[in-house]
């Protein structure tokens, strides 16, 4: 959580200040740490592009790859187990069929991923890397559009003191998923995501109402602009973008227009791109 109080911090001082930096402790130049882009890396379903998503594997590759993040998408099964799984069925991801709400625990433990793995109960993920990983966590409603994950999850985040350390951030589609978590803690930050329509829609007054429960919005990469960018940071939210299967088209634009945070299917091909700008800028 560190690195994303400093994207805060960085953020308060450059509005303050009216600056383009912040220069040096005894008053010189500003020095290569404090003015390289440093944004949060999420791993998107960890490692995706080099591993099965949602799993070991996965989560394992990004974490070695240096991703400030992992992510993990939720679903809720028949029998009420939360599980890291993103489409509403399991026949793109396993050998079996069906939608996850309509199969229990048991039934989804039974059916095969790539690689010899499973579906994963965020149960299994909190308690295999506790507070050794950092946490980006995706709610859902279920088909009838309820919220129906929130006390369960808030409860096995408590479970390992993830929330009181620092290492959760939750985003959502859904505004009153988030504003239900944060009855049951109000120490989570929040990413409110927006769908296309909800972009070209978006004003002044839409930021600020989402400024009272959330840090950040989330995004397209692809609807994002530099005009969008200032609008966002100016009403004091930072931005995260997503991709679809075009990140490496668009990857490089966001970099240049310094994003404060951004989706990635393989965390180290993000990680050296921000390395690359940060030289050339060095230059």
């Known amino acids: 959580m560190k690195k994303l109080m400093n994207i805060v911090i960085l953020s308060c001082l450059l509005l303050v200040s009216g600056c383009s930096f912040v220069g040096s402790a005894d008053g010189g130049a500003p020095t290569e740490k404090e003015t390289a882009y ?15 998503e949602h799993t070991f594997l996965s989560y394992e590759r990004a974490l070695e790859d240096g991703a400030d993040y992992i992510e993990i998408d939720l679903r809720q099964t028949k029998d009420g187990e ?5 489409d509403e069925d399991v026949d793109r991801i396993t050998d079996g069929s069906g939608k996850v709400e309509d199969l229990t625990l048991d039934e989804i433990k039974q059916l095969n991923v790539d690689k010899g793995q499973k579906i994963l109960t965020l149960q299994e993920i909190v308690d295999k890397y506790k507070d050794t990983a ?3 966590i995706e709610t859902r409603t279920d088909s009838k559009e309820n919220i129906v994950m929130e006390e369960q999850l808030v409860s096995i985040l408590e479970s390992q003191d993830l929330i009181e350390k620092d290492r959760v951030i939750i ?9 239900k978590i944060h009855e049951l803690n109000s120490e989570i930050p929040f990413v409110r995501l927006l769908r296309k329509a909800e972009v070209q829609e ?10 009272k429960y959330a840090m950040a919005v989330g995004i397209y990469a692809g609807s994002v602009d530099a ?21 490496k088209e668009l990857a490089p634009k966001m970099l240049d227009m310094k994003v404060d945070g951004f989706f990635t299917n393989d965390p180290a091909y993000a990680i050296d791109l921000v390395k690359e700008a940060n030289k050339k800028e060095g230059q």
């Not at 978006?202 to 400024?211: A, G, M, P, V």
């Open 134 to 136: 950092h946490y980006y």
């Open 202 to 211: 978006l004003d002044d007054e839409t930021l600020q109402h989402i400024k």
């Open 82 to 86: 939360l599980v890291a799984v993103h």
């Open 38 to 52: 440093d944004p949060l890396i999420i791993a998107h379903r960890g490692a995706s592009d080099l591993e099965p």
């Open 227 to 247: 005009e969008l960018l200032k609008q966002i940071h100016d009403n004091g939210l930072q931005l995260h973008v997503y991709y679809y299967d075009d990140e």
């Open 171 to 179: 985003q959502s589609f859904y505004e009153d998923s988030m504003l």
